[in-house]
């Protein structure tokens, strides 16, 4: 069975799976003449979208869209039968894939997982996440460049004080572990305008 007409948004095996309302012109986007619809168990669904995995040689298909009747996922995959790219699907073929599905037989995929990448924190916008992101990487370079400054977000922002700068570290990256609170947009914009 396939499904035509298909918009895909294209991210590579080890990036963020992105929801069609996070798209933006200047992505990876392509539109599917058509692609093969496999049904697969929710186990193998959760590889396909967390993982980076190498296909058995008994598949052949380069491009397919897998679903358990609940999520579904487009994946290229290159001629060593790696997965290479993944995406999401629009809301509306979701729809329809999922009333495609329920009349396919379960198909066991194999493959061999070699690396899970980190799972997407749902409830941030794309912007947040890449600021959040953004963020973490400017306290690992205080972190390793001016461990004073650190101390003075630790002491600022979580008043912390007379500790190390290993355990304000750590405690500063508990605090922005979860979600996007004022904290993260307060430390952004101090970012920001230092640079």
């Known amino acids: 069975m396939e499904l035509r007409n298909v918009y895909v948004n294209w991210v590579l095996d080890d990036e963020e799976l992105l929801e069609p309302y996070e798209w933006k012109d200047d992505d990876d986007l392509e ?12 186990d193998t669904m959760y590889d396909l979208y967390y993982s980076q995995l190498l296909l058995d040689n008994n598949h052949d298909f380069k491009i397919a869209i897998f679903s ?8 290229e995959f290159d001629v060593e039968k790696r997965l290479k790219y993944r995406s999401l699907l629009m809301l509306e073929d979701r729809d329809t894939l999922h009333y495609m599905v329920k009349q396919l037989p379960l198909c066991q995929i194999l493959y061999r997982v070699f690396a899970y990448g980190e799972i997407k924190e749902f409830g941030l916008t794309r912007f947040e996440r890449e600021k959040k992101q953004w963020i973490l990487q400017e306290l690992e370079e205080l972190y390793q460049n001016n461990p004073d400054e650190l101390m003075n977000i630790g002491k600022e922002y979580l008043y912390l004080d007379k500790i190390d700068k290993e355990r304000i570290y750590d405690a500063v990256l508990d605090k922005l572990e979860n979600g996007y609170s004022p904290i993260h947009e307060t430390l952004y914009q101090q970012f920001v305008k230092g640079r």
């Open 31 to 42: 539109i599917l003449s058509r692609a093969t619809i496999i049904r697969v168990n929710s």
């Open 68 to 75: 358990d009747g609940t999520h579904c996922i487009a994946c």
